[in-house]
């Protein structure tokens, strides 16, 4: 098992940047694929971005060229640099990680754009 817990969210104005993290209760090297979801109200929970251990990397067409996903599996950390955001992009952030068919999943964390 593997408990996640998210932070870095809150209120920006638009055009601002945020670094979500999502921190991990034991080692994450063994993690094949580690994700952010989104999820705004009213809305389906959509995938943001993906990085797998071998470091391969997937982003929505949505945050692609503002976003941009790491791991740093020395302090069990997935990580979010958000830039240039904008309303849209106002939601509740989780992270997931997925161990032999198994997902876990993070808390949340709020992230509010102003317009």
């Known amino acids: 098992q593997v408990q996640l817990v998210e932070s870095g969210g809150g209120l920006v104005q638009a055009g601002g940047s945020l670094r979500l993290s999502c921190a991990a209760s034991?080692?994450?090297?063994?993690?094949?694929?580690m994700r952010w979801y989104r999820q705004a109200p009213g809305k389906q929970r959509d995938l943001v971005a993906s990085i797998a251990s071998i470091l391969i990397t997937y982003y929505a067409d949505s945050v692609k060229g503002r976003f941009t996903i790491s791991r740093d599996n020395a302090k069990n950390t997935l990580y979010l640099q958000m830039n240039s955001l904008k309303p849209e992009d106002t939601a509740v952030y989780y992270c997931?990680?997925?161990?032999?068919?198994?997902?876990?999943w993070g808390q949340g964390t709020q992230v509010t754009v102003s317009s």
């Open positions: 997931k990680a997925d161990e032999l068919g198994v997902n876990y």
């Open positions: 034991r080692s994450i090297a063994s993690l094949r694929d």
